[in-house]
């Protein structure tokens, strides 16, 4: 099994998409534990929004390139709707509950590649 997902991962040019935004969304991750324990200065917050916009910018582009090459399907669009629904909701939240709806969004991605396959 994990001898061919690495080939149907790379014949896939929308799936290619998704590999960005859990980088993106795993560095956010540990942004936001950082400003919520540590220190929360306008830079790291400025950080923590531009990895935030780099998962949309991914997500955005595997839904046209899966489009173009396939077929979106109803799972695809309500992982991105989540992430600019749910997610930008929850930062009005309790930091920690923030924090826990982020992390349902980075179990939600690598969903979105078992689904292609």
Request: glycine share 10%; proline share 5%; hydrophobic share 45%.
């Given at each position: 099994m994990a001898t061919e997902?690495?080939?149907q991962?790379?014949?896939a040019p929308s799936l290619i998409w998704l590999l960005p935004a859990i980088?993106?969304?795993v560095v956010?991750?540990?942004t936001g534990v950082f400003m919520a324990f540590?220190?929360?200065t306008p830079a790291l917050i400025k950080v923590h929004n531009l990895l935030y916009y780099g998962v949309l910018i991914s997500l955005v582009n595997f839904l046209i390139m899966n489009q173009v090459h396939?077929?979106?399907t109803i799972w695809d669009y309500?992982?991105?709707v989540y992430f600019i629904t749910v997610v930008p909701i929850s930062k009005r939240w309790d930091v920690m509950i923030h924090a826990f709806v982020s992390l349902i969004g980075l179990t939600l991605l690598p969903l979105l590649i078992v689904l292609q396959m």
């Open positions: 997902l690495f080939p991962l790379s014949d980088g993106f969304h956010n991750i540990f540590q220190k929360k396939g077929e979106n309500l992982v991105f």
